[in-house]
């Protein structure tokens, strides 16, 4: 690794800061001597250097006080590349050779003999034994020490009566060390609804309730607890913290914020992950660099989607790189916050104030994800498409082999017929041979067109038009044929001078469209009895891209022959009878030709030919027609002969239905159920070399030194797979260092989010900083316990929120007890659970399911639950619709919600969700009137009161007591107390007499969900009581 | 209520758990009467840094940027030179939304400018109404902001920073001053014409929380989304509804000391006082007919032009203005009145002409009328936008008919009003053509820190961590520029 950093950037320090051999010759030449660092070296730097380029500060982002931040270098580079003294930074700085730098800036320069020193140093390959830093031992900030796992304390026979595994032991162990009791276990009412809650996201059935309460079996919470991590609604619940942490979103963001219809498939990749349990380390890699995994499969590239919840920038006028390199900053922040805890951002500009990452730090990481592209990859809609298209292939498989069994059955018995076919066939075309196609004399040819169009008759029958030029017209020509027998009529149109760019055509670029061509024969002059002798078959010399010569005889009026670009050129098109005609005597022909397409596409200059004779073809394909040859020549050509039985059992009446049946089913094969989906892929053609951008501009890239990716220094480094010095560490190598075991940042802060969504509160109160500034976590040696148990138990996920549920601690009730209240009253002890608001898309889910409303379909397109209109025009020149959806997606779960950067829906943005513009790792929980309103007026709110009404109506209920203790536990899970029913029973008292009085008001309350057999009035009470119900803060809260 | 209260007050009240939720109540409680008003509410008027000027903000976005050079900077040297090439060194590192620069040429200004009131202000022919409030106005004329696309630098003037996730002005005012109303929400968004580039995240708190963020007061239908009961609920039900939700939650907090349920009880009442406050508010019945008629709140659509919007923006923009001094009058901190949009890249004289025609008249109406019930003094009016537009014409796609201009960064123009800001004067310069500044530069960063200076917060001290960094207003940047300050 060391090795590919010195080999790659000594290259642009020699280009870009070398040192010309005048001012190399300056320099005392290297001691002569073998260096001993800590006696020749150590003290010098400690001496001139550390103070200003140590641990406690980092000018230019450079420490000189250990060996990897010395190789690191600083913000202008590397310090010197070994073996490379002279040309190296340092020995010009210090040794006087720089006109604006010389270091240390203040105080006397170094002597010469000590940069000798230094320049043996290097050029002897910088040697520093391991483990020393100059300074001492820094101390090392907590979340970058190395985890080793604490043995939790031992405890008293009374308190290990109360502790159910190790996380308890620390727990109980810091509140009896504080004088200080556990809270007790709370009621089976909460717990269920907690766990459910918690696990899933929904609250959990009465009667599921009811059935908890009931068991009394000892391991009736642990069965309960590994039945909810089994459902698939889990993927939802913590699919949707990771979608927070993703910065996931439907649309790109920014003022044109345009929709990403296709976003949702990646969310799906993540709820089917979890419900999987994959593993956190395998969770991770595939979504840093799935795409570089060997034999990377379609769903690990999907998983790169996580880097492509990025904004993009489609504004008019924007600068397409300044975008580019935006997103890889949120790509390398994104990464900082959720997998090490800490705001890298800061070092986009300058190197960190507190947190020891340097800004040449920063962009090392940045190199990581400078060469991942935006670009698309087709993925399977889902796995349940993929079943379907999997059992319908198979059985089109089946069917297509079935036609084929019979068709190879049925040609066996094709010979005879065959034989037959053939001879006829022969005798037919010997017979063409005999009469070929040939020109027949048109003579007393008269043309007139319509719209006072002028049509002249020229030498050879040539025609030409002339005079007005309407937009469409029509030409009938009249004249005398005498043949035995007519076959069909050539139109050949010619190039004249006095047609607009040389003809032949009538329109400005010299073009027509012959849309309709009629050819009738007649006894006589009058053509009183003329019969048409339809054309039904056309050929042409050339013709326009969807102007055949075919479209002249279709019918159709605005359909035709034209020769574009080919104007200014002679052409034909020949026209063909079904079968050649006899003619009983001369005969008189009239040829109407209509140009009905417009925008004067008409013939300007043209001649008509009657044709005689007989195609030699007999309708058949070319190639049939050269077999056929082939074996005029060579009558036992076994080549031909297999062609032409190829053509017969084509048109043979037992194997031509076959055949074209087979070719029908194989039309029909079932398509493989695909989208394509944004992912980031590795750069392989010209690959980005990463600069340092001056105070984040992107427009001012350091050039002398490029950054190779890299680690942070205050961590393990990273370690490229890839033995060859010359190949770069890469995102597969950065996603793998990540979770890699001596990383001790990953395991510390997924299990702090792990523990937060299950407490409200991290071990680590700051969950988004680690850093320096950061709170310490309230129980260390238990974060460290559970985060190499997290390891043990191989990043299993479910595995992890399992051992924390079924906890004594996370059993506590959350209720604060008057010691608790003043003894520990943020609850850092853990003497009690917390209380916590739930998430906003929960709130709307918890009012439909105690409505009944509830979807419970997972997964699939988002949807778009109501809105005002005047919510989605907030968005850019009221670009964008909001089309409520209909049916049963009015009623999926918020986290299907069709989120809109730019316009989120207020349901959602009112109860604290993300604005998902950049990564969020700890919801807020607020208290505005706004969210007063929504949950009490809000059309779905108040709909969920009608339809729960309705529900605890239809049901059989003994008095309203019973109907009120029942719309209650639909509400909390548990009972009313004597209190509450009172209260309730009040308000539907209040509400009843208003709506006894009030009919009209009672319908419109009512709305659509009146309920059979009970009066109007009767359901507006419930309604009205209903609603409040749905607004108790309890009901908003886990307990 | 006052069992619950002498039940649970020690508790939440006491401890230092209380946090903001307890503090919701004791003030709601004490407005109330029912307790004494000793703790703290993040929403109740807070101390300042030092003695304030400012009350209040009505801050006028013109999203989209107008053009400074046809309204408030008249460039005689750029009209001479219209037609001409710019030098190519010039324009060596300069990027543009969508000029081409190979074929760009300066164009001048067809606008008429003239001194106004007694300091002599020049100002456009297309602001007569704002031009007659000269000697109330501070025009700025040497901004420059960092960004030159929409969104980007319509969040910078918002939030101080081209990004995401930051909070706004609005938010910041109110998270350090608190409020001093409690019927409405302490930051209001009245937006008019079309859908803005920044859309909601231009009124958003950031990581502030959303109790800072601007609350959209709508103009047509509810004035605030959901405030209506539902059809069929009157409010003697509402009221009776409350009251039994009160009683449950406030046995809830007795029996579990969260104050944050003390702090839900505050919000359902505040909720629903603005039930009443916000109808209220937005019934201009009681505005004599003069006001009405000052403001041009029944003024007919006169102009045809604006793009894209939506209804009589001469109706909306008036009313909004009108709106924007009652909130201010009943104590909301800060209004944010979005008018969208401004982004002439063509037919400029004409989109301007009816822009300027909509905002012209009620904007004068707003200061003059703020001016007479005396509360200029303590309410800041700012007039701005994200950028201002080229001395150069946009030739588009190497557009021969050049009748815009495209956005430009580097020098713009704004003007203030009130809030203990000087008046009657002109505050820097640019060039000769515009394209620069020439004379004190004020980044917007320095217009932030100058506009907290004025509200009595020192822009470096007004500071929120998050992720471990200390966020503020202003960035990493900012300067108070003292000659604002009366």
Redesign the interface.
């Known amino acids: 690794m060391r090795r590919v950093r010195l080999s790659a950037l000594s290259l642009f320090v020699l280009l870009g800061t070398a040192l010309t051999s005048a001012a190399e010759d300056q320099l005392p030449p290297p001691a002569k001597k073998t260096v001993d660092f800590s006696k020749d070296i150590k003290p010098l730097l400690a001496k001139h250097c550390v103070a200003c380029h140590g641990a406690k500060k980092q000018e230019s982002g450079l420490r000189l006080d250990t060996r990897n931040h010395t190789l690191a270098g600083g913000d202008r580079g590397v310090a010197f590349s070994i073996g490379e003294s002279a040309k190296s930074l340092m020995i010009r700085y210090v040794g006087g050779l720089d006109p604006d730098i010389t270091m240390p800036p203040e105080g006397d320069l170094l002597s010469k003999p000590q940069v000798a020193l230094l320049r043996a140093w290097i050029d002897q390959g910088a040697k520093w034994p391991k483990g020393i830093r100059i300074g001492g031992p820094a101390k090392t900030h907590w979340a970058y020490k190395p985890l080793a796992r604490p043995t939790p304390p031992k405890l008293p026979p009374a308190l290990a009566a109360k502790s159910h595994n190790p996380i308890d032991a620390f727990v109980l162990a810091r509140l009896a060390a504080n004088g200080l009791a556990p809270s007790p276990e709370a009621g089976r009412h909460t717990l269920v609804r907690r766990l459910s809650l918690d696990l899933l996201g929904l609250p959990p059935s009465p009667d599921e309730v009811d059935r908890f309460v009931a068991d009394k079996t000892p391991d009736a919470y642990q069965r309960l607890v590994d039945k909810l991590l089994k459902s698939r609604h889990f993927g939802e619940r913590w699919g949707r913290h990771w979608l927070d942490k993703a910065r996931y979103a439907d649309s790109d963001g920014y003022e044109k914020d345009r929709p990403r219809p296709n976003a949702w498939r990646w969310r799906d990749w993540v709820i089917d992950a979890v419900n999987q349990d994959m593993p956190f380390d395998q969770f991770t890699v595939e979504q840093i660099a799935g795409d570089l995994l060997p034999g990377a499969n379609e769903n690990q590239v999907l998983a790169t989607a996580f880097h492509r919840q990025t904004l993009t920038n489609t504004e008019g006028g924007t600068d397409k790189e300044q975008w580019r390199v935006e997103a890889v900053f949120d790509r390398v922040e994104t990464t900082g916050a959720v997998w090490l805890g800490l705001t890298v951002g800061c070092a986009r500009c300058h190197s960190h104030k507190y947190d020891q990452i340097s800004q040449r730090e920063y962009y090392q990481f940045f190199a990581f994800y400078n060469n991942g592209d935006e670009m698309n990859s087709d993925v399977v809609t889902s796995a349940d498409a993929l079943k379907t298209f999997t059992r319908e292939s198979a059985a089109h498989r089946k069917q297509l082999a079935k036609l084929e069994t019979d068709l190879a059955t049925a040609r066996t018995k094709l010979q005879p017929a065959f034989e037959v076919w053939l001879a006829k066939q022969h005798q037919a075309l010997d017979a063409a041979g005999k009469d070929p196609i040939r020109d027949l004399p048109l003579t007393g040819l008269a043309a007139t067109g319509s719209g006072g169009i002028k049509l002249a008759v020229q030498k050879d029958n040539v025609v030409l038009a002339s005079g007005p030029n309407p937009v469409t017209a029509v030409y009938t020509l009249v004249g005398r044929v005498e043949a035995s027998s007519l076959s069909g009529l050539r139109l050949e149109v010619h190039p004249d001078k006095s047609l607009p760019k040389n003809g032949p055509g009538r329109a400005s670029n010299g073009n027509f469209v012959v849309t309709g061509l009629k050819m009738e024969l007649s006894d006589n002059e009058s053509f009183a009895k003329a019969t048409e002798a339809k054309l039904v078959q056309a050929r042409s010399t050339f013709a326009q891209d969807k102007f055949p010569a075919t479209n002249a005889i279709d019918g159709k009026p605005k359909t035709g022959w034209a020769i574009s670009p080919q104007m200014g050129k002679p052409h034909n098109a020949t026209f063909f009878l079904a079968k050649p005609i006899s003619l009983k005597g001369p005969q008189h022909l009239r040829v109407t030709i209509t140009q009905s397409y417009g925008g004067t596409h008409t013939l300007g200059r043209f001649r008509l030919v009657p044709l005689t004779g007989r195609q030699k073809h007999l309708g058949l394909p070319q190639p049939v027609l050269a077999a056929f040859e082939a074996r005029n020549k060579k009558a036992n050509d076994k080549k031909a002969t297999a062609v032409l039985l190829d053509h017969f059992a084509t048109v043979d009446k037992t194997t031509g239905p076959l055949i074209k049946q087979l070719a029908e089913t194989r039309k029909k094969s079932p398509k493989r159920p695909q989208m394509s989906v944004r992912v980031i892929r590795q750069r392989t053609k010209s690959p980005r070399t990463t600069f340092l951008f001056q105070r984040g501009d992107f427009l001012r890239p350091q050039k002398t030194t490029p950054a190779i990716p890299a680690g942070l220094g205050v961590l393990p480094p990273v370690r490229p797979r890839h033995k060859d010095p010359k190949r770069l560490a890469d995102r597969l190598d950065l996603a793998r260092w990540l979770i890699s075991d001596d990383n001790p940042l990953p395991p510390r802060v997924a299990v702090n989010h792990t523990w937060s969504h299950l407490f409200g509160k991290g071990l680590v109160r700051t969950i988004n900083d680690f850093g320096i500034r950061g709170d310490k976590p309230t129980h260390p040696a238990l974060l460290d316990w559970l985060a190499t148990e997290y390891r043990r138990l191989k990043w299993s996920r479910k595995a992890l929120i399992r051992i924390i549920v079924l906890s004594a601690t996370y059993r506590q009730t959350s209720t604060t007890s008057e010691a608790l209240a003043t003894a520990d009253p943020q609850n850092t002890l853990l003497g009690r659970q917390n209380r916590v608001r739930l998430q906003a898309e929960i709130i709307r889910d918890n009012s439909l399911t105690a409505a009944g409303l509830i979807s419970r379909k997972i997964g699939g397109p988002s949807v778009f639950p109501p809105m005002p209109a005047d919510v989605a025009a907030l968005s850019y020149a009221n670009n964008f619709k909001w089309i409520a959806s209909k049916g049963a997606d009015r009623f999926r779960r918020g986290m299907y919600t069709f989120f809109k950067r730019t316009a989120p829906h207020p349901n959602l943005t009112t109860f604290d969700c993300p604005d998902s513009n950049t990564t969020c790792v700890e919801r807020r929980a607020s208290n505005t009137p706004l969210q007063a309103l929504t949950t009490l007026n809000n059309e779905v709110y108040v709909e969920a009161s009608q339809a729960m009404a309705r529900r605890v109506l239809g049901e059989k209920h003994v008095d309203d007591r019973g109907r009120l203790t029942r719309a209650f536990r639909l509400c909390v899970s548990r009972p009313p107390n004597s209190e509450e029913l009172k209260g309730f029973a009040g308000l539907l008292e209040a509400s009843r007499e208003w709506y006894t009085e009030h009919a009209d008001n009672a319908k419109s309350l009512v709305g659509n969900y009146n309920t059979k057999g009970t009066a109007t009035d009767e359901s507006a009470a419930w309604v009205a009581t209903c609603r409040i119900m749905l607004n108790m803060d309890e009901f908003i809260t886990r307990e | 209520m006052h069992a619950l209260l002498s039940q649970t007050r020690r508790?939440?009240l006491t401890?230092?758990?209380?946090g903001?939720?307890a503090a919701?109540l004791a003030s709601l409680l004490s407005d109330d009467g029912l307790l004494a008003a000793d703790a703290e509410n993040p929403l109740a008027p807070k101390s300042t840094h030092f003695e304030p000027r400012a009350k209040s903000c009505i801050f006028i976005f013109m999203a989209g940027a107008p053009s400074h050079l046809d309204l408030f900077d008249p460039k005689p040297r750029l009209n001479q030179l219209h037609g001409q090439p710019m030098p190519d060194e010039q324009l060596k590192d300069v990027?543009?939304?969508?000029i081409k620069k190979d074929s760009v040429r300066l164009m001048g200004s067809k606008r008429k400018f003239r001194p106004f009131g007694e300091c002599g202000t020049e100002f456009s022919d297309y602001l007569p109404h704002i031009g007659s409030c000269a000697d109330d106005l501070l025009l700025v004329r040497s901004l420059h902001s960092d960004q030159f696309?929409?969104?980007?630098g319509q969040l910078l003037m918002q939030c101080g920073r081209g990004?995401?996730?930051l909070p706004t002005m609005g938010s910041w005012i109110n998270y350090g001053l608190g409020s001093e109303t409690r019927d409405l929400?302490g930051y209001v968004v009245l937006?008019s014409g079309?859908?803005?580039?920044?859309?909601?995240?231009l009124w958003?708190s950031g990581f502030l929380?959303?109790?800072y963020?601007g609350?959209?007061f709508?103009?047509?239908?509810e004035p605030?989304?959901?405030?209506?009961?539902?059809?069929?609920?009157?409010p003697?039900?509402q009221r009776?509804?409350?009251d039994?939700?009160r009683?449950?939650?406030g046995?809830?907090?007795a029996?579990?000391?969260?104050p944050?349920?003390a702090?839900?009880?505050?919000?359902?009442e505040?909720?629903y006082r603005?039930?009443t406050a916000a109808p209220e508010l937005i019934d201009l019945s009681s505005e004599t007919k003069a006001t009405h008629e000052m403001y041009g709140v029944d003024r007919k659509e006169i102009r045809k032009g604006g793009r894209?919007k939506?209804g009589n923006t001469y109706q909306s923009f008036a009313r909004n203005c009108l709106l924007a001094r009652r909130l201010v009058e009943r104590g909301v901190r800060f209004v944010n009145l979005v008018y969208a949009?401004w982004d002439h890249h063509s037919n400029l004289d004409n989109e301007l002409a009816y822009n300027t025609h909509v905002v012209d008249q009620p904007i004068a109406a707003l200061i003059n009328d703020l001016k007479q019930r005396g509360l200029l003094d303590q309410t800041m009016v700012v007039w701005g936008a994200e950028f201002g537009r080229t001395p150069l014409g946009e030739n588009r796609g190497g557009r021969p008919n050049v009748t815009g201009r495209?956005?430009h960064p580097f020098s713009f123009s704004m003007f203030l009003a009130g809030g203990g800001l000087k008046g009657g004067m002109v505050h820097g310069a640019s060039d000769d053509i515009g394209w620069g500044v020439a004379e004190k530069p004020v980044h917007v960063n320095d217009l932030h820190a100058t506009m907290l200076h004025s509200f009595g917060l020192d822009h470096l001290k007004l500071t929120h961590?998050?992720?471990?960094?200390d966020f503020r207003l202003t960035d990493?940047g900012g300067h108070v520029v003292k000659d604002w300050l009366a």
Do not use: W
């Not at chain 2, 709508?218 to 239908?221: H, L, N, Y």
């Not at chain 2, 702090?263 to 359902?268: D, G, N």
């Open positions: 508790n939440f401890s230092s758990a209380c903001l939720g919701g990027r543009f939304a969508f696309n929409h969104h980007p990004t995401f996730g929400p937006t079309r859908g803005s580039s920044g859309g909601a995240t958003q929380p959303s109790l963020a609350v959209r709508r103009t047509s239908g605030v989304l959901n405030l209506s009961n539902p059809s069929g609920l009157p003697q039900l009776k509804g409350l039994v939700l009683q449950i939650n046995d809830r907090l029996e579990q000391r969260d944050e349920i702090s839900r009880i505050a919000s359902y505040l909720a603005m039930q894209g939506a949009s495209d956005h961590r998050f992720q471990g960094r990493v």
